[in-house]
């Protein structure tokens, strides 16, 4: 897939709007990395201020040490400041899920790196893989139609600050084959190849079993059936607020 397709992809999602202020997490893998320069590519055209946020959980010993000096050289290069947190990896001590923990992490920081920068919009860089094992995992678990509707596209994530994720209607094979065609160079993290996590284990066994012996497209019908929902419920929250409004009394002084 050639860099002009996908940046239209992204601009005809309507994420992207001129003047945005925007932090970006970046990992140093493909995903985030592709992210980082699409929408430092768009930086002239939309006037963006662009931020880059990357969180060393030093799990993963100088592999840590080495997404972190990956993400600072691609800060430098593209000359983008970026802010970077240490995390201390004993909080992961006797946790439920690992995978939850960091996530609460990356939000928490993203946030804070947001508020003391006035950006409006956070930018992650989950992609149409993501979104289809993310609803096959909510399905597993017995979740309703909120949970089938899986990663939102965009929502408010706090007070003027919305959550966005630019990728989600590209998939992890145009965006590797994307790396390949420009020699765009990533850091690779071994640890998604271990099926010690449910995720890991959806998308390594659970999708390719599926795909092999039931249905070819699951992904894209996961997403399919993902973005009907989502649909589904923006309309009945739609007309939920408009009814709350109208028939809920106030007191009048």
């Not at 160079?185 to 795909?211: A, C, G, Q, V, W």
Request: hydrophobic content about 35%.
């Amino acid at each position: 897939m050639s860099e002009k397709i996908l940046l239209e992809k992204i601009t005809t999602s309507g994420l992207i709007k001129k003047n945005d202020r925007i932090v970006i997490g970046l990992s140093g893998g493909p995903d985030s990395t592709v992210l980082t320069l699409l929408l430092n590519k768009l930086k002239n055209k939309y006037n963006l201020t662009l931020f880059l946020a990357h969180i060393n959980y030093h799990l993963r010993g100088n592999d840590s040490e080495k997404d972190e000096k990956f993400c600072k050289n691609l800060s430098n290069k593209l000359e983008i400041p970026i802010f970077l947190h240490s995390a201390n990896k004993n909080i992961f001590r006797n946790k439920h899920s690992f995978q939850d923990t960091a996530r609460k992490i990356r939000l928490e920081y993203f946030l804070k790196i947001a508020q003391k920068n006035k950006v409006n919009k956070i930018a992650l860089a989950h992609q149409a893989d993501d979104q289809a094992e993310t609803v096959l995992m909510n399905l597993l678990r017995g979740s309703g139609k909120q949970g089938l509707s899986g990663i939102s596209e965009y929502r408010l994530f706090a007070p003027k600050i919305r959550l966005i994720h630019p990728l989600l209607s590209i998939s992890r094979k145009e965006i590797l084959n994307f790396t390949k065609k420009e020699n765009i160079h990533f850091r690779k993290d071994l640890s998604n190849n271990k099926k010690l996590y449910t995720r890991n284990r959806i998308r390594l066994e659970l999708i390719p079993f599926l795909e092999n012996n039931y249905q070819p497209r699951i992904k894209e019908h996961l997403n399919d059936m993902a973005n009907i929902w989502s649909l589904e419920n923006a309309y009945l929250e739609n007309i939920s607020k408009k009814y709350a409004a109208k028939f809920v009394l106030k007191n009048s002084n």
